[in-house]
């Protein structure tokens, strides 16, 4: 009797959180949606390869960084100190506003990044994951879009 309600316990502690992680094609058809194919010349691949490196597609994703004092937010890890809340603030969202899974902030914060003279460079796991990929087709695969 013991060993099943730790077993009950062990496996209620290990379940998901929720956490509103979205799959490959809910993500490429949301960016679609949004006008980010072929955005600035970036073809909707590359999106969908950029929201896995950054946060395996995980829309509600905040990651601290230590080292170089910034925190992403969503679904791009868009950075606090240039795009949102207290710092620069360029893209006039709060940082809370990029958690949402519905992906219209999101967007629209990482269409003014991509305008600038970085493009997608400005997300340094594209530039290392997506940019030069041969296989950037594969994100897509299986999806109706």
């Not at 010349?41 to 395996?56: P, Q, R, T």
Request: net charge neutral; glycine share 8%; proline share 3%.
């Amino acid at each position: 009797m013991k060993t099943s309600v730790v077993f009950a316990l062990l496996g209620y502690l290990m379940a998901p959180s929720g956490a509103a992680v979205l799959g490959r094609c809910v993500v490429a058809k949301r960016l679609q949606e949004g006008g980010l194919s072929d955005y600035e010349g970036y073809s909707l691949e590359n999106w969908v390869c950029l929201a896995y490196f950054e946060s395996k597609f995980n829309p509600e994703a905040v990651y601290e960084n230590v080292r170089d004092a910034y925190v992403g937010f969503g679904l791009f890890q868009i950075r606090n100190t240039n795009w949102c809340d207290k710092g620069q603030n360029l893209c006039h969202v709060s940082c809370s506003d990029l958690l949402d899974p519905n992906l219209k902030k999101t967007i629209e914060c990482a269409k003014k990044i991509v305008k600038g003279k970085e493009g997608m460079g400005a997300w340094p796991s594209w530039t290392l994951n997506c940019q030069f990929s041969d296989t950037l087709a594969r994100w897509l695969d299986g999806c109706k879009l």
